[in-house]
């Protein structure tokens, strides 16, 4: 059987990988618009590769809000328990790291792709480099559809099978431009609303995040509130970061995962009714909080206060809460009065900026939506409308939070897809 591969990303390689494993006889053949493979996959966790999570199917399908459920019958086939072993065999060791993080022991995702490519080579399967797939061949002669090839920018390509392994939408200098969105509606697929995922986010206090631009803050807790309802979204405890335009870091990315499912959320950021509320020192209370400060206060009497909280803040952040507080900065710090010191814990236990959008797709980690699910069959990854045709990968309908298991998803449908096409 011919079996055709559209994109060299996880899902695609582990469907090629799977395909000929299952049967040595199956011509199998990668399709790739770039001029190498797993393009994306080399950037992931900066660099590191997040491969997995080692957490249990259980818990992997609580990290995915996007039709985790879905996933059921996939990750019974092929799990994180499976990548890794599939690793260890092309000689690459794994480590855990903190919140079940799993990453190749050499903390580079270039020796995960080499996996593949080692695996790909050994298989004999033949990869069609700078090769874009730009439309499905279907037969509609008969009652069902059939597909029996590709059109691509060198020509037709015929197949028995074909897994459409093209990624989403984020991060398009990967590759990951759309394309297989397009080829699916075309014949007669629907696609659900594509959002931005684990992306950045923006707020209208413009001013103040140039100011702070660059600036990482560890051990902090946001909230997330819907201020028409004064009703919390998110809640976390982590790491966040200031950019140009807004906040990004860990637990900001995972929020926006959150965010992208509250009803109405995009007019809601329109009307300036989504706040993001910060707290710098989530273990003291106000109390507490308060009685440091005035310590610090008292052993630097005669400090102004422009000068002083350099024990108790990053130098980059001293100078806005400083504005904000709205005490005299010129003062020193024995005038400044227990009513200005409430405040300034006040500010310091929440300081507020509205979140004014999502950065677009194109700088998100992940696109959400996609291939409806409702057309897929969740056994073996086909369509249900056009026999012979598959899926693996972000093009489906679902997404994770972060920690490796969007990752897992693409093995594990490209597993699932490959080893399924030929019967
Ligand atoms: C910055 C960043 C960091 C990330 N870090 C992690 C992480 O640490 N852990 C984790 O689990 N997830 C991470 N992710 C998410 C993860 O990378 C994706 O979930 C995963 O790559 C999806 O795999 P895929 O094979 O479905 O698609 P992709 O990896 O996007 O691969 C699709 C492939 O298809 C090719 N293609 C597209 N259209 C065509 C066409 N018309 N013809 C031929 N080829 C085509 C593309 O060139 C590409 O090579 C990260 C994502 C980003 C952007």
């Known amino acids: ?105 050499t903390d580079k995702s270039i020796d995960v792709l080499n996996c593949f490519i080692k695996k790909i080579e050994e298989l004999k399967i033949t990869v069609k480099y700078n090769t874009k797939a730009e439309e499905l061949l279907i037969d509609s002669n008969n009652e069902e559809s059939k597909i029996y090839g590709v059109k691509t920018n060198k020509g037709n390509i015929l197949s028995d099978r074909i897994i459409i392994a093209t990624g989403g939408k984020s991060y398009p200098l990967t590759g990951s431009t759309g394309d297989g969105y397009t080829m699916a509606k075309k014949v007669g697929h629907s696609i659900t609303e594509l959002n931005p995922s684990l992306v950045p986010l923006e707020i209208y206090e413009k001013e ?18 819907d201020k028409t309802k004064n009703k919390i979204i998110y809640e976390d405890f982590g790491e966040m970061l200031f950019t140009h335009f807004g906040v990004s870091g860990p637990i900001i990315l995972s929020s926006s995962a959150h965010l992208i499912r509250y009803k109405n959320i995009k007019q809601l950021m329109k009307d300036k009714k989504i706040l993001l509320k910060i707290d710098l020192k989530p273990v003291l209370e106000e109390e507490k909080l308060d009685n440091r400060i005035l310590r610090d206060f008292n052993s630097e009497k005669n400090k102004q206060y ?31 009065t227990k009513l200005e010191r409430r405040k300034l814990v006040e500010l310091l236990k929440d300081l507020e900026f509205y979140i004014s959008k999502f950065r677009p797709i194109e700088e998100a980690i992940i696109t959400a939506g996609g291939i409806n699910i409702k057309e897929i069959n969740p056994k073996n990854m086909e369509s249900k409308k056009i026999k012979g045709l598959y899926f693996a990968g972000e093009i489906i309908d679902v997404d994770a939070y972060t920690g490796g298991f969007n990752l897992q998803i693409a093995y594990s449908t490209g597993y699932v897809a490959g080893r399924e096409c030929d019967e």
Do not use: W
């Open 1 to 105: 059987m011919k079996i055709i591969i559209i994109g060299g990303g996880p899902a695609g390689m582990m469907a090629a990988i799977s395909a000929k494993q299952k049967n040595s006889k199956n011509e199998v053949i990668i399709l790739e618009k770039n001029d190498r493979l797993g393009k994306k996959l080399l950037i992931t966790g900066k660099g590191r590769c997040n491969i997995t999570s080692s957490l249990n199917i259980e818990d992997f399908i609580r990290n995915i809000p996007g039709n985790g459920k879905f996933l059921y019958s996939v990750f019974n086939e092929f799990d994180n328990k499976d990548i890794i072993s599939f690793l260890h065999k092309q000689g690459l060791a794994v480590k855990e790291e903190r919140g079940n993080r799993i990453f190749p022991i």
């Open 208 to 225: 103040d995040c140039k100011k702070i631009q660059g600036l990482s803050l560890k051990n902090i807790k946001i909230q997330i509130l």
């Open 306 to 336: 422009k000068n002083s909280l350099e024990k108790l803040l990053p130098q980059k952040l001293k100078p806005l809460i400083i504005e904000k507080s709205s005490i005299n900065k010129e003062k020193r710090v024995n005038e400044i």
